[in-house]
């Protein structure tokens, strides 16, 4: 089979990770399965590796986003076609609309459907609905939904009609298993917490700097560093600004965009890695992290329970004190530090790329098999319809 892979909405929301890790695992697979990767170049420049099985296709947008806009759904289509593609997969919503069918779309980006609670900025909440509409019409025309949760799916089915009966849930991979025991990253101090959190209102980093103002009130001294870029200026200030009001500017730093690695080994070396967001619907950094054996504290969500079940101290994300009580019960207690750390470990076994692969791939042949079985039926009950007829 010859699949599409459509990775133009891919550069954000983590998409630009999940391929990264996806597409070396697919093109080491057992399949005749034949892959075309269609996207900008600067994405293809971000994943692209020597493959033996997948094709990497630069699609070039011109004039701004209208132009994105029609290169989506016009000009990759047609080139889709041109490939003689058989099915297609958006790795990251929105669908294309216009391409070859049949279709699967991959709901791995729920803020579209949760931003109401998240931003009051007038340009967010339309960019926001204008996703949101554009989610909708790709989740109605899919051939098929793969949701990387639970929650997710409950999310992307809960439409009228419900949506539930062509969704598959396949989680994330491990893309981290770095042994604990590595040194941490040149620039940690001997002692810290450790946080990532892009800098966005869902991050929840708000209610973490003024829990973390209460542990150092009752005498935490350890800094609390963030990683992850400011994906949202207005919030970053507002961040700021609460950080400065609280006194905490010399303990808790910005580190901005950090790589895996150093990613890896700050988290296996914190006292404690906190994991603050309220809406994840793909949890893959605390996947990471209990990869890299990390003592977690992660704010108690549906898809983050689905992912770490007893392997983090859950604490009330929207309950500043709970959020402190449990950070300070994790920095203190080095038995309990311990026993988080082993069932991080363990419970990260359950996670890999293999397996999300073969969670995809089967998702796409059984979409691509129905499509073909129920086009058969329909053709053999249009050529029955004119011996009906003369019958008559």
């Known amino acids: 089979m010859r699949i599409a892979v459509n990775a133009m909405p891919s550069s954000g929301y983590g998409g630009l990770t999940y391929l990264r890790q996806m597409l070396p695992v697919l093109d080491r697979r057992r399949d005749p399965h034949l892959w075309f990767v269609y996207g900008r170049p600067a994405t293809l420049e971000k994943i692209r590796f020597e493959a033996r099985k997948i094709v990497f296709r630069e699609v070039r947008p011109r004039g701004g986003l209208a132009g994105r806009l029609l290169a989506e759904q016009l000009q990759l289509p047609a080139l889709m076609r041109a490939d003689g593609i058989e099915l297609v997969y958006t790795a990251n919503n929105p669908d294309l609309v216009l391409a070859p069918r049949p279709r699967v779309i991959a709901i791995r980006y729920t803020e579209p459907f949760l931003y109401r609670e998240f931003y009051n900025s007038l340009p967010k909440r339309i960019r926001c609905a204008v996703l949101r509409l554009m989610t909708a019409v790709s989740l109605r025309t899919a051939d098929h939904i793969l949701c990387v949760s639970d929650y997710a799916r409950r999310v992307a089915g809960a439409g009228r009609p419900p949506l539930v009966e062509k969704t598959t849930v396949v989680h994330h991979g491990l893309g981290a298993p770095f042994t604990p025991g590595r040194p941490a990253p040149r620039w940690a101090p001997p002692e810290f917490l450790f946080a990532s959190a892009k800098m966005i209102g869902y991050s929840n980093l708000l209610r973490l700097a003024e829990a973390y103002a209460i ?154 098999r129905a499509r073909r079985q129920a086009a058969w039926e329909s053709g053999a009950m249009a050529a029955l319809e004119p011996r009906a007829k003369s019958a008559d």
């Open 215 to 368: 542990l150092r009130a009752r005498g935490l001294s350890e800094p609390l560093l963030v990683a992850g870029g400011p994906h949202d200026a207005r919030y970053e200030r507002l961040l700021r600004a609460r950080v400065a009001e609280l006194g905490l500017e010399s303990h808790m730093r910005f580190l901005g965009y950090v790589d895996a690695e150093s990613m890896a080994r700050a988290m296996a070396n914190a006292r404690v890695f906190i994991f603050s967001s309220l809406l994840e619907a793909c949890p893959n950094t605390l996947i990471e992290a209990m990869g890299c054996g990390a003592a977690i504290v992660a704010s108690d969500t549906e898809p983050n329970r689905e992912v770490a079940g007893e392997a983090v101290a859950w604490c009330d994300g929207r309950n500043v004190e709970a959020m402190a009580e449990t950070i300070w019960a994790v920095a203190r207690g080095e038995d309990y530090r311990l026993a988080l750390r082993e069932k991080a470990l363990a419970q990260a076994a359950r996670f890999s790329w293999e397996k999300t692969a073969d969670g995809l791939v089967g998702v796409l042949e059984r979409t691509y």
